[in-house]
């Protein structure tokens, strides 16, 4: 090798001795050696082919025994064939120390061309060794293949895949003792106790020799069956032995043995986990299923990648392939541990659901306690696959919250869950964002919800975000909630309008369309104010109008408002309407309530004769709940802004104003009445009273004397007041 060249293998010398052990052992398996392990028979319906037994009888298998046990204890009496200072690294060697016999050479280098006697030596012993484990090797391949003659090959191999029972078929003795035996690869062999194991719950095997496999394995198998196997085989022996148990304790206590068995070698049960949960769902061993499939996805990914890959998912960066096996590899384990809850799950028609509700939320209880992130997040998809999500806000999990969350951004329609935990848990700020949320969503966020909410669907969500928001701190939410709900409240009133709405004959397809449009939107969702405003306009909906104009700008000019006022007071005056706008703004925003404007309106119902029930406009204002002294005011300004137009600070109802230029004197007159009417009811209430409504009534009357007494000489129309103001 040092000097570029190929290297060349070096013939070696051995003593007789070493050639005479190699041919001796090379004799006593020559028969053996390269026979298939398993008899075959072709398949008349398939082109596989069916092992149906093992090649050698139990006497061949005793005989081979008998010799290699004489050839091993020639060993064991004489250690020095096997004992020296030298190892496999001080010799270059075209493999490892792990390869058959026959695949080692020797390789002088430029440095050490040759070997000295010692060194040779040294080599031979080394070869002797590995003659040795070979020999051990096959010893136990020997006995395995006695054990196996208990069984019927072909039970054992019944739910082989095909590409198994091929492989299985062409297996030799010398392939079991080089691939199983001295490289440790974990293949036939293991799959063989696995079926055994089967098969004995199948009723293809008998129990004695099963648990004699199963002690022998260990102590006469060891090349084969590596430690973390003969656990395995220990923990199926474990539950072998629990299904014949009776008593329940001891039951338990073996059922705990073989999880712990489990738990030591976690990281190799991926591929066998389903079948080991169904033996223990058969025992109804529900928390061994539970610790056993998380500790098996822990040791498949002790660094987290799954879980990072999960929430990568969520708030997408850089996609990753080896995340999303891993994340496919552990969820499979986490999906197999839930279905124990399936044990728990209520149908409807259960008398008992009560119960198994109740088992279900322990058992719950319990697979949360185990402080697995992702884990958690498998327990809450299966209540949301078992259509129990409306169970998801009563769990204690510190991880509950950010997989609602995180499912929220994709659609997966838990919101309403996430309102009631929020709730639950205290958070009622967030609870009320997530309430309104779901009240404005246009499509639904609802689980097993196709259609979107109504529009009394909304306001109730709406409703609940105000009440949730109420014993939170964030008071400026509670009103920006509250306007909301009112501005909802508009909303309603315009659809029953709407829906009361009855088109003009001239109407083309185009508006039709329009208008159901229009209707669809105001019935289905929460819609903006200003397109609101506009709708209102647009069909004449006034009162709508002025209401979401207080809402949203409840500081408007009086301009406006009265914009509003006046086609609303033309279209009605009635006394359903005035109570309504009292008691809407009267109170609450008087901006909104221009009683000069609104008297106005109904003295100049009163003068064309409309006004039905009462004798003028201040009894009527009084009856909706007005306030006498700012009935009287309201008069007082009607009555100056007639008498001095100039000065007049409170616009009046144009149909009233336009009156002036007809009859000035009957209509001051006329006001001057009404205010004298007015104080005349109101004596009834005044003798009752205190002083201090006595005087404030003095004054008033004596302001409406003043005021006749300076228009009286400038007008005759007046003169019929003097006998009522001396009543």
Known sequence: QGTGHAPLPMRIHFTDLHQALGLHFARLVASFWHRPVFVTQEAQLFATAELVACTFNR?????????????????????????????????????????????????????????????ARGLETLYNGKLLETLEATLQAVTFLKMLS??????????????????????????????????GHMGLLHLIVKSVFSAEQAGHANHADVNELVQKLETHCSLYFKQMRIKEYKAYDCIRTAKRVLDRSERAALLEQSVRYFREIADTLAEDLQ?????????????????????????????????????????????????????????????????????FSPSGVDADAEDRLRYLHQMTTHMLSFDDELWHYAVFTWYCSSHLTDYLALLESPYLERYLEWNLEHQQGLLPILCKYCTRIGKYDKAARHYTLLAMSPTPLDKGRDQPYQLPERMALLSEAINVASVGAEKQLLQSLRDHLQIAEVQLTLLNQLQAFRPPPGWGPSD???????????????????????????????????????????????????????????????????????????????????????????????????LQGVMNGAMLLLEIGVERDHVYHAYRLIYNGLVNPTAAQDPLMPEFTTLLSQNLDSLIAHVLSVIADFLRDWITTVRHGSQQQKREFDLRKLDLSNDIDWYLPRSRTLSDLSPRLAE
């Open 59 to 119: 006497s061949q298998l005793d005989f081979l025994e008998t010799d290699l046990l004489s050839l091993k204890g020639f060993f064991k009496s004489n250690p020095i064939l096997t004992n020296t200072s030298y190892s496999w690294d001080h010799f270059i060697i075209n493999g490892s120390a792990q390869m058959p016999l026959s695949e080692f050479t020797y390789l002088p280098t430029a440095r050490q061309p040759a070997l000295d006697a010692k060194a």
């Open 150 to 183: 208990s069984y019927r090959i072909d039970h054992l191999t019944h739910g082989w895949e095909a590409d198994t029972k091929s492989r299985a078929a062409q297996m030799t003795l010398e392939g079991m003792v080089h691939s199983e035996g001295l490289l």
């Open 275 to 343: 079948g080991i949960c169904r033996l223990y769902d058969e025992l109804e061993f529900y928390n061994g299923i539970i610790e056993l499939c998380i500790r098996t996805a822990q040791s498949l990914d002790p660094n987290g990648v799954a879980r990072n890959w999960y929430a990568s998912q969520r708030n997408p960066t850089e996609p990753s392939e080896q995340g999303m096996k891993m994340f496919e590899q552990v969820w499979h384990c986490y999906d197999i541990g839930t279905q124990v809850l399936h044990h």
């Open 512 to 610: 039709q369309t329009l208008f159901r449009d229009v209707l669809n939107k105001v019935e289905s969702q929460l819609c903006d104010p200003e397109w609101l405003y506009t709708e209102c306009q647009r069909y004449q909906c006034y009162e709508c109008s002025l209401r979401l104009i207080s809402i949203c700008h409840p500081h408007e000019s009086l301009t406006r408002i009265l914009e509003l006022y006046t086609p609303l007071l033309r279209q009605s005056c009635d006394r359903p309407l005035l109570t309504r706008l009292c008691q809407r703004f009267y109170g609450s925003a008087p901006r909104f309530f221009p009683l000069p404007f609104i008297a106005s309106c109904l003295e100049w119902k009163n003068l064309q004769g409309t």
